[in-house]
């Protein structure tokens, strides 16, 4: 069973805009990720809004998992003009001035589809102070997930099946029904993916178990067993689950629970308040 929870970024850094982390005067934006050869490139833009400071980032502190739990360390780290391969690089970081950090990672991550997490630490020279970066599900654009790569998100992101990914971009109250809406990738072959009603469900937060009305893949429907659909390499398709409103004041769905093939997958503490993640 894989659990998809609300990632709370270390200390007091805070998710601000997309791919935005801020911390106190300095703020950092994931700009891009881009696999070149046999390297895979992690961009940031990094801006001080407060006084003059030294900011360093060190190889030792910075470690990327794949889903399978490998792990690997950098091979060169680009800060501002500094190139460095080993030890650490450190730049003052002028009141206003955004300065370009870029983390390289070479061999077997240039092949991923999914960075499932980087970490890494900045230190504020001034006091030794270390801030804690981390990042979960960070996809790796290629010609056939673009559009998945605009989310970015830790949150409501999985893979669903081998090089398949789901990102939940909607809940919707429609009557008496809770609509709750996926974009699904598939960046591998052509495919077959089926999704069903066995051990699909939904408690909210007054212990009410909702009931599955209907399943909606790319425009098929059904209303009980499951559904399923060739799904083409590269080829944005919406899933959507179906499910009666018991009690209209519930606020929040404690958990949903799906299944897609032999794999249950579990989705915690969801707002029940409509809302639409952008892509």
Known sequence: MKTITHLVLLFTFVLFADNILAQGDI???????????????IDFLIENNGHDVVLGV???KIKLYDSKGNVYNPSRIVFAQSVVTYGGASQSCIQGIP?????????????????????FTINRKSDNKDFPIKRNNI?????????????????????????VFAQLISLKHEQQQV?????????????????GFRDTRIIDNLGNSMNLKIIDFSGKQATYGGIGVVMPKGVPMKLTYKFELVDPSATMIKIFEFTSGQVKFQIRDISLEDFVIPL
């Open 58 to 60: 060190n190889f030792s």
């Open 27 to 41: 703020k950092l934006e994931l700009k891009e990720v881009h696999a070149i050869g046999n390297e895979l490139h």
């Open 179 to 195: 609509s709750i809406e996926f974009i699904v990738l598939n960046t591998d072959h052509d495919k077959n993916m089926a999704f």
């Open 99 to 119: 300065m370009k950090l870029k983390i390289v990672f070479t061999g077997a991550p240039s092949k991923l589809l999914l960075v499932k997490s980087l970490m």
């Open 139 to 163: 996809i790796v654009p290629t010609s056939s997930n673009k559009l998945i790569a605009k989310a970015l998100v830790d949150t409501f992101f999985m893979e669903v099946a081998p090089k």
